[in-house]
Structures are given as C-alpha cells and as structure tokens.
Antibody, heavy 123, light 108 residues
Framework: EVQLVESGGGLVQPGRSLRLSCTAS????????MSWVRQAPGKGLEWVGF??????????EYAASVRGRFTISRDDYKSIAYLQMDSLKIEDTAVYFC??????????????WGQGTLVTVSS | EIVLTQSPGTLSLSPGERATLSCRAS???????LAWYQQKPGQAPRLLIY???SRAIGIPDRFSGSGSGTDFTLTISRLEPEDFAVYYC?????????FGPGTKVDIK
C-alpha cells in the first residue's frame, strides 16, 4: 500500500525557515516524481513544485510564488522528499500536501496524497 | 503559463441527478494531460481522472472525463451522497502544473 506521511509543519515567524519531510513507503521511491501542493485555509489547491526522478535528471520546477525561496529535494535511499522553505511569508500559511505521480515518467498527475501538514507563518 | 477556469463555481443538485463540470484552459493542454480531483472537507484530494478521460484505480464508472485541447468536462452520471464535494482540474503537461479554482457540488 502506498503511504505518504508529511512532517515538520508548525508555527514559524515571518522571514524564518522550515523544512518539511515526506516519508514514503509501499513503492520504489526512486521510480516516481514527487510534488508538493498547498492549500491556504478555506482556499483552493496551489501547486508548489516537483522533483522528477534521477533518470530524468532530478529536475525541479516551482510555482512563481515560491521560486527562489523554496527548494524541493529527494533522498532515494531514505525514500523521503523534502520541501525547504526559506524567507517565509504570512501568505505561505497553508496545509502542505506531498504527492506521488500516478505513473512513472516526467509528466504525471498526483495519484497519491499524504494527509498534509499545517504550516502557520505568524509573528 | 496555462490558466484554468472552472464553471460553475457552485453546482446545487439532488442525489441521483447528473452533474456536468467544466474546465477551460487558456492554452491547449499538451497530450491531454488534464486531471480531475475530488476533495471532501478535512481530507486530502483524491485523483479521479487522468489523461482527460482515464479513470484512476478504484474510481466508480459514474465518473467520466472528456474533452481535448482547451475544453474539458467531468461528468457524474448519477450523484451519490458521497459525491458532494469540491472538484478541481489540473493540467500537468507544462510547468507550472496549475489547478483550477474548483467547483463545489452541494446538495440542493
């Protein structure tokens, strides 16, 4: 069974950093691209970014709203995806979901989702 | 950047009725890389449809997707009580993999 468990969320002051982790199990982690999607309270889904697999160069891409502040990485040995969030802003407050692409390859829909972890940016 | 719009914003229907949800893209979606997700309050979204018309594993056949290019539709043939939720479309053929704003299907 595919499982994705996010951790690392919490309360953080504006301008500070936070790192989220997504621990995966139930599949060969290195075979799939991993994404982060967030949802501000009462709002819709916002794609944050993704990291593809090593055969595709481990490329990362980001939404304009987080580019230059957030970094996505992966550790295929530990089956963990990370979201490093720097220079946090109040508008980054959201539930952050980790997702796994449905299939192997560069282009994929989010076939599996974690339960999400809440990040609150406030002074 | 491809921008997705969804209509209507809210759809009020009764159980047993047919629901038709629209997703329109500002540019053609390459290879019909268009997905639909369902989200219920307090839950993570769930993939319903990928590739514009393929049902994900375990999704009932009352859910169907259609369309190509810039216009896509999610149809729920007969609404069950558990189908009342918010539905999002997403294009994943080009970065950013934007989501639409969502359509809420609520009970009339």
């Amino acid at each position: 069974e595919v499982q994705l468990v996010e951790s690392g969320g919490g309360l953080v002051q504006p301008g500070r950093s936070l790192r989220l982790s997504c621990t995966a199990s139930g599949f060969t982690f290195g075979d799939y691209a991993m994404s982060w999607v967030r949802q501000a309270p009462g709002k819709g889904l916002e794609w944050v970014g993704f990291v593809v697999t090593k055969p595709y160069g481990g490329t990362t891409e980001y939404a304009a709203s987080v580019r230059g502040r957030f970094t996505i990485s992966r550790d295929d040995y530990k089956s963990i995806a990370y979201l490093q969030m720097d220079s946090l802003k109040i508008e980054d407050t959201a539930v952050y979901f980790c997702t796994r692409d449905r299939g192997r390859g560069y282009y994929g829909s989010s076939g599996y989702w974690g339960q999400g972890t809440l990040v609150t940016v406030s002074s | 950047e491809i921008v997705l719009t969804q209509s209507p914003g809210t759809l009020s229907l009764s159980p047993g009725e047919r629901a038709t949800l629209s997703c329109r893209a500002s540019q053609s979606v390459s290879s019909n890389y268009l997905a639909w997700y369902q989200q219920k309050p307090g839950q993570a979204p769930r993939l319903l449809i990928y590739g514009a018309s393929s049902r994900a594993i375990g999704i009932p056949d009352r859910f169907s997707g259609s369309g190509s290019g810039t216009d896509f539709t999610l149809t729920i043939s007969r609404l069950e009580p558990e189908d009342f939720a918010v539905y999002y479309c997403q294009q994943y053929g080009r970065s950013p993999r934007a989501f639409g704003p969502g359509t809420k299907v609520d009970i009339k």
